[in-house]
C-alpha cells in the first residue's frame, strides 16, 4: 500500500534548525508533485512546500526563506530543511502528494519548537 514515512522531528530552541526526512514508493516518486504539510495545536492542517519532478517549488508565505524542500527519487526520499525555526513552527509535519490523497497520510514527524 501507498504510504508515506516521516521522521526527523524533534523539540529544538527557536532559532535552530531541523531537517525532515520523508520516504515513500516508487509509484508515487516517479508520478507526482509531492508535499509538506503541518498541523499545529488546534489549527487545520496546511501546506508547507511542494516540489514537482521538474523541480519547481512553492513555498507557503509563512516560510519567509527559511525552509528548503528538495526530493532525492533514486531514494524515494523528500527533505524539508527548517532554518531559524520559531514557536510558531511547532506541528506535526506531514508528507503527500500535492494534491494530497486521504489514504497517503503518514503518522508524521513532530517538531516542537521551545522559546
Known amino acids: 500500500q501507498d504510504q508515506f514515512v516521516e521522521s526527523g522531528g524533534a523539540l529544538v530552541q527557536a532559532g535552530g534548525s531541523l531537517t525532515l526526512s520523508c520516504v515513500g514508493s516508487?509509484?508515487?516518486?516517479?508520478?507526482?508533485?509531492l508535499a509538506w504539510y503541518r498541523q499545529g495545536p488546534g489549527s487545520q492542517r496546511e501546506l508547507v512546500a511542494h516540489i514537482a519532478k521538474s523541480g519547481m517549488i512553492r513555498y507557503a508565505d509563512f516560510v519567509k526563506g527559511r525552509f528548503t524542500i528538495s526530493r532525492d527519487d533514486a531514494r524515494y526520499t523528500m527533505y524539508l530543511q527548517m532554518n531559524n525555526l520559531e514557536a510558531e513552527d511547532t506541528a506535526v509535519y506531514f508528507c503527500n502528494r500535492s494534491p494530497a490523497v486521504m489514504t497517503y497520510w503518514g503518522q508524521g514527524a513532530q517538531v516542537t519548537v521551545t522559546s
Open positions: 516508487r509509484n508515487i516518486f516517479t508520478t507526482y508533485i
